[in-house]
Every structure is written in structure tokens, then in C-alpha cells.
């Protein structure tokens, strides 16, 4: 790269520039040199973006496994306290139909 600045200087030093303004030849690395560092800052600005998204797409998947484990159990909860209802409905509706039955045998 030295090398090739070296030869574009030598070959540039024949060349005549306007009065206050730098030539074509003048200009180009330092044109390819601006880009160079344009492309840098770019380059450095997606890997840190990246990293950014990579961390809160980490987060979001962490909190939906958590929430997802929170509702199995809330789910298993629910379904405990279901069966339990269940169980004591049949147990009172056993209760009602015998005293139903001690009713009417006492009333005949």
C-alpha cells in the first residue's frame, strides 16, 4: 500500500495543479482513504448493532421460556383446583342425594 502511495506521489509530482485547487490524481487517495475509514466506522457500527440485537433477542428468549414456565404451572394449577372442585361437587351431589333419600323414607 506504501508502495503504491509512493508510486501515485512520484507520478503525481509532473502533474500540474489549477492554482489552489488539488488535480484529479491529488485527490483520489484521498477520496479511497476517506472511504477506507467510511467503511471502517460502517463495518465497526453493524458488528456493534448486531451485538445489541443478538443480547435482546437473548433477553426475549430467556423472559418467553420464563412466561412460558410460569403459565405451565399456573395451567397445572388450574387443573388441580378443577379436579378438587370436581371432586367435591360429586361428593356434595352424593350428600344431597342421600339426604334426598332419607327425605322420603322418613315421609312414607
Known sequence: EKEE?????????????PKGEMSFFQKVPS??????????????YIQDIK????????????????SQKELKEVGDRLKASL?????????LQDASASLRQERDQQAQ
Open 5 to 17: 502511495e509512493a508510486k501515485l506521489k512520484k507520478a503525481m509530482a509532473g502533474v500540474p495543479a
Open 51 to 66: 451485538k445489541h440485537y443478538d443480547e435482546a433477542f437473548e433477553d426475549v428468549q430467556s423472559e418467553a421460556k420464563a
Open 83 to 91: 379436579t378438587s372442585l370436581s371432586d367435591k361437587l360429586s361428593q
Open 31 to 44: 477520496k479511497i482513504k476517506d472511504l477506507e475509514i467510511n467503511q471502517s466506522l460502517l463495518q465497526s
